[in-house]
C-alpha cells in the first residue's frame, strides 16, 4: 500500500503533495485539513495535472477516516513561523494542534507511520509519539533533513562540486542550536580536511563557517523575503516518504527518540539514521569530537527548555 494522508494543506502541505504528485512512487494521497474546502480545492488542482504527471495517482481530500488504510500520514498542520519569529516560540499553540491530530489519526485505526514536519518539529514529534503510544520508530520528524540538504548545497557551491558528492550533516535541533559535524564531513570519499589542506586556501575556514551561519539562518532570510519556506520542506519530506515507501534503508538526518544514543534520552533530535518501510530502523551514532559533543548537548538543552511543558 503506497497511500498517503496530508494533514494541513497550507504552503508547506502543498508543496509536498505537489512533490509526491511529480516524483509518482505514491499510489494515492488524500488531502485532510480542517478548511474542508481548502483541501478540496487543492485535490482539485492536483488532479487537474494527472495528465502531465509520471504515474495515475488518485488524489481525493478526505477526512481523518482515510487515515485507516495509510501507509503515511504526514502532519504539517499548525501555525506558521512568522518573520522574526523562531520555531521553538511556536510550542504551545502547536502541541495543542498535534495532540488534537493525533487522537483523530489513531481513532480511525491507523497502524503505519507519522512523518512530522509542524514546528518545532523535533518537539512536536515527541508530542505525536506520546499522544499516539506508537512506538518511537514509527513516529518521525523531517529534523535536518531539509538543514542538510542546504548544507551540501552550499559547500558544493563552495567548492565547485556537484552538492551530491558532499557528504556532511547538521544535527541537534532543527532551529537555532543545529550544528554542523565538521569532523566527518567528506567530499567524494576524501576527508574535507584532507580537500581543504589540497587546495590551500586561507580563507576556507572562515567561509565554511559563513556557510554554517548561512545555513542556519536560511528560513529567516526565506521568510523575510517571500512570508513562508515550503518547496524546499516539501521536497525533503518527499525524500523521506519515497526512503520508507521504498524499504531504502538510506541514512537521513531525521529527528527521532533518542534513548540513550548521544548521551541523551527522552528527547527528539535529528541525528542520522537508518530509514526503511518500518521507519527509523537503527539511529547511527558518529564519533564526535569533544567540541561538537558540547554543542550537540546545548542544543539539547535548549529543546528541553523550550518544551518543558511538554517534554
Not at 45 to 60: P, T
Not at 101 to 117: C, K, N, P, W
Not at 226 to 242: D, E, P, S
Request: charged share 25%.
Amino acid at each position: 500500500m503506497r497511500k498517503v494522508v496530508l494533514v494541513g494543506t497550507g504552503a508547506v502541505g502543498t508543496a509536498y503533495a505537489y512533490s509526491l504528485i511529480n516524483q509518482g512512487f505514491i499510489t494515492e494521497l488524500v488531502l485532510v485539513d480542517a478548511n474542508e474546502e481548502k483541501a478540496q480545492g487543492e485535490a482539485m488542482d492536483l488532479i487537474h495535472g494527472m495528465a502531465f504527471a509520471s504515474a495515475n495517482i488518485r488524489v481525493k481530500h478526505g477526512d481523518f477516516d482515510d487515515c485507516k488504510d495509510a501507509a503515511i500520514v504526514c502532519i504539517t498542520a499548525g501555525a506558521n513561523q512568522k518573520p522574526g519569529e523562531t520555531r521553538l516560540q511556536l510550542v504551545e499553540k502547536n502541541a495543542k494542534i498535534m495532540q488534537s491530530i493525533t487522537r483523530e489519526v489513531v481513532m480511525s485505526g491507523f497502524d503505519g507511520i507519522f512523518l512530522i514536519a509542524s514546528n518545532p518539529v523535533d518537539i512536536m514529534s515527541y508530542v505525536c509519539q506520546k499522544e499516539s503510544g506508537f512506538p518511537p520508530s514509527k513516529v518521525i520528524g523531517s529534523g535536518t533533513t531539509l538543514d542538510t540538504a542546504r548544507f551540501k548545497v552550499l559547500l558544493g557551491e563552495y567548492l565547485e562540486l556537484d552538492p551530491r558528492n558532499v557528504h556532511a550533516v547538521i544535527i541537534g535541533e532543527h532551529g537555532d542550536s543545529e550544528l554542523p559535524v565538521w569532523s566527518q564531513a567528506s567530499i567524494g570519499t576524501e576527508h574535507l580536511d584532507k580537500v581543504l589542506k589540497r587546495r590551500g586556501k586561507r580563507d576556507d575556514i572562515s567561509n565554511l563557517g559563513k556557510i554554517f551561519i548561512r545555513v542556519r539562518d536560511a528560513a529567516y532570510e526565506i521568510i523575510n523575503r517571500k512570508g513562508v519556506t515550503n518547496f524546499g520542506i516539501g521536497m525533503a519530506l518527499a525524500r523521506i516518504t519515497k526512503a520508507i515507501l521504498n524499504n531504502e534503508h538510506s541514512i537521513l538526518p531525521v529527528s527521532c527518540l533518542l534513548d540513550g544514543t548521544y548521551g541523551q534520552r527522552d528527547i527528539y533530535m535529528s541525528v542520522p539514521a537508518v530509514v526503511n518501510r518500518h521507519g527509523v530502523k537503527e539511529i547511527i551514532e558518529l564519533d564526535l569530537h569533544e567540541n561538537e559533543k558540547s554543542l550537540f548537548e546545548k542544543s539539547a538543552e535548549s529543546l528541553r527548555e523550550a518544551g518543558k511543558t511538554v517534554l
